[in-house]
């Protein structure tokens, strides 16, 4: 594993997270963002589920050819979304047999066309329920979700709070967070999660700005505030590509520096299947290539079903 220090403390790890592709050419985009991301030895890749679940068998073949064809940590997200209890389990069991240890585990959000939460009548009703089921069946490294801002669905952040705490209690290894672009919304949420006693890592999920309406998008849907400094740095840039993308990483880069000198030694990147700006964001907190070779087998082709 690719480590380093940025000033006094525990060296710096670094994990990254991919979505299945959803075709041919999406697919050669993800596995050349692969094999670019791969020799800086994360510790670990996860994968997405579409947030109702719909996703679930790509999720499964990316995630297995992830662990079969290259060295990395192949983490799948699992949700509580349209399955029962032991079909989520069945499904975890499988991974275990694969050699997965590793696994995200998420409420999930409910399908397209339902309002509202609604658990499947035999199935998990929350991420916490979901983490004592793993739990109970095998030594899974589990990750999960939080919300520095507060879940949108949340009725305060004590509540949010308290669900975290509910997760972790249950077996959770480490917490990563929504995006955010607020360096003081992060250090204000991890005093307050020490303060509940909650005592696993809270590690910080950065979102580097690929194109900014999407992530304003994805801002209003999951409750993340964006600063009035962040809106005009990408002001009047929709057209200039290169302009916006020395932007971003200049933003990114000056975000995880930050968070570095208040301590944070663990990063989780989502890439958007795009190896540029997170490669350049671990390069300038001095995260090298290994020596290693990655791939196990040289042939990345065939389509992902």
């Known amino acids: 594993m690719s480590t380093t220090n940025v000033g006094i403390g525990t060296p710096i790890r670094v ?7 959803g075709d041919a050419a999406m697919e050669e985009t993800l596995w050349k963002s692969v094999k670019r991301l791969a020799p800086l030895g994360p510790r670990f890749v996860s994968v997405t589920y579409g947030a109702d679940g719909s996703t679930r068998e790509r999720t499964h073949n990316l995630v297995t050819r992830i662990q079969r064809e290259t060295s990395l940590v192949g983490a799948p997200h699992l949700t509580c979304v349209g399955a029962s209890k032991g079909e989520i ?3 975890a069991r499988r991974y275990w047999d694969q050699g997965i240890r590793h696994l995200v585990a998420l409420r999930g959000d409910p399908p397209q066309g339902q309002t509202g939460w ?4 035999d199935g998990f009703a929350y991420a916490s329920d979901l983490v004592e089921g793993l739990s109970s069946i095998a030594n899974f490294d589990i990750s999960v979700a939080a919300y520095p801002e507060k879940h949108p669905e949340a009725p305060s952040p004590k509540f949010d709070l308290d ?3 509910r997760k972790v209690d249950a077996g959770a290894s480490r917490a990563i967070t929504q995006f955010f672009y607020d360096t003081d919304v992060f ?7 020490a303060t509940a006693g909650i005592h696993a890592p809270i590690v910080p999920g950065i979102l580097p700005v690929t194109r900014f309406p999407q992530v304003l998008r994805f801002a209003e849907r999951c409750g993340a505030s964006i600063p009035d400094w962040l809106k005009e740095r990408f002001h009047g840039l929709e057209d200039d590509h290169e302009t916006r993308r020395m932007i971003a990483a200049s933003v990114a880069i000056e975000q995880v520096h930050a968070l570095a ?11 958007l299947n795009r190896a540029e700006l997170t490669y350049a964001i671990c390069h300038a907190l001095n ?19």
């Open 15 to 21: 994990s990254f997270e991919f979505f299945p592709p």
């Open 89 to 91: 389990l069945d499904i």
């Open 118 to 121: 609604q658990p499947h009548p």
């Open 163 to 165: 669900n975290l705490k």
């Open 187 to 193: 250090l204000r949420f991890r005093e307050r999660c």
């Open 261 to 271: 000198r208040h301590g944070v030694r663990d990063f989780h990147f989502y890439t």
């Open 287 to 305: 995260i090298r290539p290994t020596a290693q070779p990655v791939e196990q087998q040289a042939s990345f082709e065939g389509a992902l079903v």
